[in-house]
């Protein structure tokens, strides 16, 4: 649309003038081989060492955490910076992807309230790139009940805490995390479509197809549920509307999930085959849709396909280095760790 305020030109620059920083496949292969000493060496002198040096002294974490709290505060600073230097345009779009950090905290408090075993001695490491701040995470997490922390909602009083709300609401009526969750993704992808709509043009069709392929998500794995019987398909869950690319009514009959999938980018996950788990498909498919959303980044230098790759680029390193950490810490072997990495070649 023309006349939107943008900055892509300076905004595209800056961030492509970062990409040295990211680790490069082979050197995350390095690091899961060598042993938890190595891997401290390497975030005390490395890419990481402001942060983890911020974190050395504490007497308060083990080693591991430590590790763990150097590449959150990282990526939320690497994410912050880089939203800063957006202005317009790309500026509310990087908002709407970088909300990703908000559904992810969201999913993981509806599972804590669905969950009798709520004790946890350390914070959780939440993703704070998104539109609400930590104290309003941690004063939900420490709520006693859902009444508690709807009331938090309401008295921090923001828009997109509001689709949080809502979830919790239908998580305590009906004690289902599942249905809770569904609603959670419809509320997140209507208020953000709303944001959206506002670019009729490539970049926001770029965006809505990020939106839509997180209801593909959504609706594939609900399919595998029902078909794993998780879930029974008389608890009357319905797949969402909304898709980037999986038809609903289509996957609904689907006695594969090969017929659902034929045609679009996610045959790309399901072509890899023998899966020996429904965990394992389900890495498959987030492999495939980060893969996607990390390859933007060397698309149009002009448009919004760069700091939407350059977001993804600085998630699935956290996701990696997350990996090797807690998978040497815990004695794995490196093809073990190397084999669940999100690939980056």
């Known amino acids: ?3 939107h305020k943008e900055n892509y030109s300076y905004l595209c620059a ?9 680790y490069k496949w082979e050197e995350l292969c390095a690091l899961a081989r060598g042993d938890f000493k190595a891997l401290e060496s ?31 505060f990282e990526v939320t600073k690497r994410l912050r910076t880089a939203h800063s230097k957006a202005e317009g345009e790309p500026y509310d779009l990087m908002s709407v992807v970088l909300s990703r950090g908000d559904l992810h905290n969201f999913r993981v408090i509806l599972r804590r309230f669905a969950s009798n075993h709520r004790i946890q001695t350390e914070e959780y490491l939440w993703h704070l790139y998104g539109n609400l701040p930590r104290k309003f995470y941690k004063n939900i997490w420490d709520s006693n009940n859902i009444p508690a922390a709807r009331e938090e909602i309401y008295l921090f009083d923001d828009p997109h805490g509001m689709i949080l709300d809502k979830a919790l609401m239908v998580l305590q009526n009906t004690g289902n995390l599942i249905k809770a ?21 490539k970049n926001g069709a770029l965006v809505r197809e990020f939106l839509g392929r997180l209801v593909d998500l959504w609706n594939i794995n609900l399919w595998l549920r029902e078909r794993a019987n998780i879930v029974s398909k008389e608890e009357g869950l319905r797949y969402l509307p909304g898709g980037a690319w999986i038809n609903p009514e289509v996957l609904a009959k689907a006695k594969v999930i090969t017929e659902a999938v034929h045609g679009t980018p996610w045959r790309k996950a399901v072509r890899k085959g023998g899966f020996k788990s429904f965990q394992e498909f389900q890495w498959h498919l987030q492999s495939e849709f980060w893969t996607w959303q990390v390859s933007l980044f060397r698309k149009d230098p002009l448009g919004f396909e760069v700091p939407f790759g350059y977001i993804a680029k600085v998630l699935v ?4 280095l997350n990996i090797i950490a807690v998978g040497i ?17």
């Open 1 to 3: 649309m023309i006349g």
């Open 14 to 22: 800056a961030l492509k003038g970062r990409a040295a920083r990211f």
């Open 42 to 72: 390497e975030f005390l002198e490395g890419r990481y060492r402001e942060s983890y040096r911020s974190q050395i002294l504490s007497a308060l974490s083990s080693p591991l955490r430590k590790i763990e709290l150097s590449i959150m």
């Open 181 to 201: 969750e569904r609603d959670l993704i419809l509320s997140y992808i209507n208020y953000h479509e709303g944001i959206v709509s506002k670019y009729q043009n």
């Open 317 to 320: 390193e956290w996701s990696n």
């Open 329 to 345: 810490a815990f004695g794995s072997h490196p093809k073990k760790i190397t084999d669940r990495l999100i690939p980056i070649k």
